[in-house]
């Protein structure tokens, strides 16, 4: 019996250190995984004017009015990834527009073939590159879509839209800490504030949520921290698409 309790006692110290260790897994999972969903690299649309889809956007700013043809599944030649296309002529020259969203951002945006949209393209080239996309009928919004540095940034045309956007704070427990060869310290999530018509959402990346009939879908919202001398390779820090439902 003694022996027993004696083993008893021995094993106390270890129980406890494996739920110390158990408790601490959780927490820095917590942190650095849970809720922090991250699209790497995913901007919210891409616009190309080449039939083949293999060209790159030539032009800074681009406004058109355009007739809508049909949407498909495409693969777009620059990365290789399959995308869904929706496909315009330029009213004016009848020139070929694709617009490419990954699959799952835009499928199912509210167009109709042989309707004539109004499609204002703005990209800003640099590390990383900034580009704003609205399609509208009339006066209603189709689609927006915006990628930037930060909310309201460098992409003007994020200014037109019906729904407000700006950061509401920085979600300081949720990040992610980088690795020895990552140019960034640090990845904080941030909440973003979406208005429309009286009413708001707050969401944190990775979140989608139908306000007065737009569905919105925040792919990145974060506070990036880099490395001395390593921001030649800044990432998005906000990308967001809203389709009218």
């Known amino acids: ?18 739920l110390a260790v158990a ?7 917590h942190q650095s995984g849970t809720g922090h969903n991250y699209y790497p690299g995913l901007p919210a649309f891409s616009v190309r004017t080449t039939g083949d889809l293999s ?13 809508f043809v049909r949407d498909d599944i495409v693969i777009d030649r620059l990365d290789g990834i399959k995308k869904s296309g929706y496909i315009f002529t330029a009213v004016d020259s009848n020139s070929p527009i694709y617009l490419l969203f990954p699959i799952g951002t835009a499928d199912n945006l509210k167009l109709m073939p042989g309707e004539v949209y109004s499609l204002d393209y703005e990209v800003h080239y640099g590390w990383p590159t900034t580009m704003g996309l609205k399609v509208t009928e009339g006066s209603a919004l189709i689609f927006a879509g ?14 037109t839209l019906p729904v407000s ?3 509401a704070r920085v979600l300081a427990g949720n990040y992610i800490n980088g690795t020895d060869s990552a140019p960034w310290v640090r990845k904080t999530n941030t909440e973003i504030t979406f208005a429309l018509n ?7 990346q990775g ?11 925040l792919l990145i919202a974060e506070q990036t ?3 001395p001398g390593w921001l030649d390779v800044a990432q998005p820090g906000i990308s967001y698409t809203i389709v009218l439902q």
Do not use: C
């Not at 060209?55 to 007739?67: I, K, L, P, V």
């Not at 979140?207 to 879908?217: A, K, S």
């Open 23 to 29: 408790v601490y897994s959780y927490v820095v999972i």
């Open 146 to 159: 915006v990628t930037d540095y930060a909310v309201n940034q460098t992409v003007k045309l994020a200014g």
């Open 225 to 227: 921290e880099y490395k």
């Open 198 to 204: 009286g009413r708001s959402a707050d969401l944190h």
């Open 55 to 67: 060209g790159t956007e030539s032009f800074t700013t681009y406004s058109t009015q355009a007739r």
């Open 165 to 167: 956007v700006n950061q």
């Open 207 to 217: 979140q989608t949520y139908l306000l007065n009939g737009y569905e919105i879908t």
């Open 1 to 18: 019996m003694e022996n027993r309790a004696k083993n008893r006692i021995i094993l106390i110290p270890f129980i406890l250190l494996f």
